[in-house]
């Protein structure tokens, strides 16, 4: 869990930015604009454990790092705002519990997969038995399974997203039928109308030729 910043985290954080260097800010402008653009964690390089604490604390460096006002990096302005997008949609509980829901979705398929791996690997299997399930906490911890869980919740979020799209281009297909069926409507009620006004314009010109 993140905890408060204290007058000594701003004294070091100001410390820490005095010795920055404009190549690493350049560095950080390109690491953020480089970042898988669904994936808020990515931006503010935290794991997807973070508390909400964790996020602000994170994003007031990064942020004060990319600050077009300290960085010169042309593209700063854009990691900048990357940054800000990211943090807003962390704090907001029913954007995070969206992506984390993915999170957990990824993480059950890659434990899914490795189950499938460990019945094939006898030792792994009875060391896992052994361990009572520590084996598995210790492998998730690892770079290896961190990595495999970021390219899958990437996988994940980036078919959610193509499915979202999908679902919103028929809305707008529907919508557009259902406008253009509105409007063949409106033409034929109005084609009507002129025919009956005209109809009724010639009347006494009828009326006059059946008796004369």
């Keep these: 869990m993140g905890e408060t910043a204290t007058p000594d985290d701003d004294l070091l954080l100001k410390t820490f930015f005095a010795e920055v260097s404009e190549v690493e800010r350049d560095n950080e402008v390109a690491r953020i604009l480089s970042c898988f653009k669904l994936n808020p964690f990515e931006y503010l390089n935290l794991p997807f454990d973070s508390s909400p604490e964790d996020v602000k604390k994170q994003y007031r460096k990064l942020s004060l790092l990319v600050h077009p006002d300290k960085c010169k990096h042309p593209q700063a302005k854009e990691a900048f705002g990357a940054l800000a997008k990211a943090q807003q949609l962390l704090l907001d509980q029913q954007e995070r519990d969206y992506i984390l829901s993915q999170v957990m979705a990824a993480k059950d398929e890659l434990r899914a997969k490795r189950k499938k791996q460990l019945k094939k690997d006898t030792?792994?299997?009875i060391k896992s038995l052994v361990d009572e399930g520590k084996y598995e906490q210790i492998h998730e911890r690892s770079?290896?399974?961190?990595?495999?869980?970021k390219l899958k919740v990437r996988e994940i979020l980036t078919e959610q997203e193509w499915r979202r799209r999908k679902m919103q281009m028929r809305i707008s297909?529907?919508?557009?039928?259902l406008k253009k069926d509105?409007?063949?409507?409106k033409e034929m009620w109005k084609r009507k109308r002129e025919h009956e006004e005209q109809w009724e314009g010639t009347r006494e010109q009828r009326v006059r030729?059946?008796?004369f």
Aim: charged share 50%; aromatic share 14%; net charge negative.
């Design 173 to 177: 297909e529907e919508e557009g039928r």
């Design 182 to 185: 509105e409007e063949e409507q």
């Design 209 to 211: 030729f059946l008796y």
């Design 123 to 125: 030792a792994s299997k």
């Design 143 to 149: 770079e290896e399974f961190q990595l495999e869980l």
